[in-house]
């Protein structure tokens, strides 16, 4: 059974650093993809950033030169490093598997695509 769980969010100020963290239950070889996405209350789930299992990586326009994805198989762990924080960065976090195609250039794969998902951590910046 695969099984997603986030942690590492926080609060922190505008400029600050917070580094996120999935631990997968091993099966995520069984996925093509993982991402992390976020959500506000009332917006849809918007996909942050993806890896996917030949290591293409793409980003939402919002998030890129100031979030980084990466994934360390040996450990079953997926990684979000997120810099320079904003306000409208605050949203809750959450780690998915799936089965998509990630091309390079192209916004990160859409939530449909993901068919496992992690509890959420939540991550606030404040001005």
């Known amino acids: 059974q695969v099984q997603l769980v986030e942690s590492g969010g926080g609060s922190v100020q505008a400029g600050g650093s917070l580094r996120l963290s999935c631990a997968d239950s091993?099966?995520?070889?069984?996925?093509?993809?993982m991402g992390w996405f976020r959500q506000t209350p009332g917006k849809a789930r918007e996909g942050v950033a993806t890896?996917?299992?030949?290591?293409?990586?793409v980003y939402a326009e919002s998030v890129k030169g100031r979030f980084t994805i990466s994934q360390d198989n040996a450990k079953n762990t997926l990684s979000l490093q997120m810099n320079s924080l904003r306000p409208e960065d605050t949203a809750m976090y959450y780690c998915a598997l799936g089965a998509c195609t990630v091309v390079a250039s192209r916004p990160p794969p859409s939530a449909v695509e993901y068919h496992y998902w992690g509890q959420g951590t939540q991550v606030t910046i404040s001005s």
């Open positions: 091993g099966y995520a070889y069984l996925g093509y993809c």
């Open positions: 890896i996917d299992t030949e290591g293409t990586i």
